[in-house]
């Protein structure tokens, strides 16, 4: 139970920054599961509160008389009824098995909750207003060009009513709206505006996509001298990207092969890619249950683009300390620079395996994550490879790859490649980056490797 002791100082605690408080605290538990675990629970604690209240979990008088605290008792209902795995945390101890004496009524009251809603999952539930604290800083949509344009969607009864900036600094409160400048058809929010009730969101005629996760596909199609047909997403699952893949692949009656080797994942990119296409588009996206790994390249002589967004860290994303929290703590031994390696490895192997496609001329290599182990120095192993460099791949010059974006590669991490310093940039010129929250989203990378057509 000490995890919840610990968590319980920074519930009702709001001065200052909660990471900074919890980050710089004297604490025996691990500083990102106490600050995982504290900001899912004021991520639901409208709700929280209303399942304590409704089953009367402060009248119980085993609990009364442990004197647990309101703290305690949020944190242990969002583990108990809002956590994936839906556990205590903790062995016995006489705070826990009171607790669970009540579980039916918990149970019960959350069910009506959800019906309340008119949602099936506790992440479908409205969150608190105003609760943005390590909250996204803006509300990123793509418009679904396979289903609508830009000028239709802004003559729409919600977006007419939205008032346009110039900037995301300039997202100061709900009703206002920023056409980005860098990817097409792409608009930011302010993080609080209600767009799951829009009838754009539920017909599929917007995707909420960060910005960063929109570079893949940006950088593959934004080359009007270089068109591809059909594409590959080598790891598609969710969709997201997939189906920006599509948009542009429709304008050239294209198609896009989708991999998934996780089977309750391939049903989920099924699923986002019908909605996205609509029947009249079904068969613009082919979902394949498969590991790419294990794809014979020749048997897709026409894919001439492939983007490949591997598994990573996910560094670079706000609330993976709560999935992280979530998961089976890492062995103590196992240093975070082990597991980087581990995941580099597996990054280069997908990687390595996308570039070997016949006649593949553009691969978009990218993470979520902000370390070089995974960014930088997997392309530097890339490009140092013999059968690679043998195949005639290179790095993409700036122009190529979003070239107004600001940040690119770390020069730095390509010294063994070259000495020279411009040499430096230029290879650095054809990755770009993106910084959690500073650049108004999830942080971000991605590298453009290219070839000769023949």
């Known amino acids: 139970m000490k995890l ?27 500083p990102k599961h106490v600050y995982a675990l504290v900001i899912s629970t004021l991520k639901y604690k409208e709700h929280i509160d209303t399942i304590i209240r ?15 605290s309101d703290a305690l008792l949020s944190l242990l209902v969002q583990d108990f009824l809002f956590s994936p795995k839906g556990r205590i945390q903790s062995g016995k101890h006489p705070i826990k098995e009171a607790f669970l004496l009540n579980k039916t009524r918990m149970q019960a009251e959350l069910t009506k909750l959800k019906l309340k809603h008119k949602v099936k999952s506790v992440a479908e539930l409205p969150l608190k207003e105003g609760f943005d604290d390590d909250e996204t800083p803006v509300r990123w949509i793509r418009v679904n060009t396979l289903k609508t344009t830009p000028e239709s969607l802004m003559k729409n009864a919600f977006f007419s009513k939205l ?16 056409k980005d400048k860098i990817i097409q058809n792409l608009y930011g929010l302010h993080p609080r505006e209600k767009i799951t009730g829009t009838q754009a969101y539920t017909h599929g005629e917007i995707i909420i996509q960060d910005r960063a996760s929109c570079f893949p596909a940006e950088i593959l199609n934004n080359d009007p001298s270089d068109v591809h047909v059909n594409v590959i997403d080598a ?19 294209g198609l896009v092969y989708a991999f998934e080797r996780d089977s309750k994942r391939v049903n989920t990119l099924k699923m986002m890619c019908q909605r996205a296409t609509g029947k009249a588009r079904k068969n613009l996206i082919q979902a394949v249950h498969a590991d790419f790994t294990t794809v014979n390249p020749t048997d897709f002589p026409s894919v001439t683009g492939i983007i490949v967004d591997p598994s990573c860290s996910g560094s670079g994303i706000f609330g993976r300390a ?15 620079e082990t597991r980087l390696q581990k995941l580099a490895g597996f990054q280069f192997k997908i990687m390595k395996h996308a570039l070997s496609f016949p006649k593949a001329h553009k691969v978009v290599y990218s993470t979520c994550s902000i370390h070089p182990h995974e960014n930088e120095r997997v392309v530097v192993d890339l490009l140092s490879d013999p059968e690679v ?8 010059p700036r122009d190529v790859v979003i070239s107004s974006w600001p940040r690119r590669g770390w020069e730095e991490e390509f010294t063994s490649l070259s000495e020279d310093g411009e040499i430096r940039k230029q290879y650095a010129g054809g990755c770009v980056r993106a910084v959690p929250k500073e ?16």
Do not use: M
């Open 4 to 30: 919840y002791f610990e968590a319980a100082k920074f519930v009702d605690n709001d001065k200052g920054s909660l990471k900074n408080r919890v980050f710089n605290s004297k604490l025996s538990n691990s």
């Open 54 to 68: 409704k089953s009367r979990l402060k009248d119980v008088p085993q609990l009364k008389k442990l004197k647990v």
């Open 163 to 178: 008032t346009e900036v110039g900037s995301i600094e300039d997202l100061t409160s709900p009703g206002l709206i920023f």
């Open 235 to 253: 790891t598609a699952a969710p969709g997201n990207k997939t189906t920006h893949a599509a948009s542009f692949a429709t304008k050239n009656d």
């Open 322 to 336: 709560i999935e992280d929290a979530n998961a089976n703590e890492q062995s103590k031994e196992e240093t975070d």
């Open 389 to 396: 460099k043998k195949a005639g791949w290179k790095l993409a």
């Open 439 to 454: 650049d108004g989203g999830i942080g971000f990378f991605a590298a453009c490797f290219v070839r000769d057509k023949q």
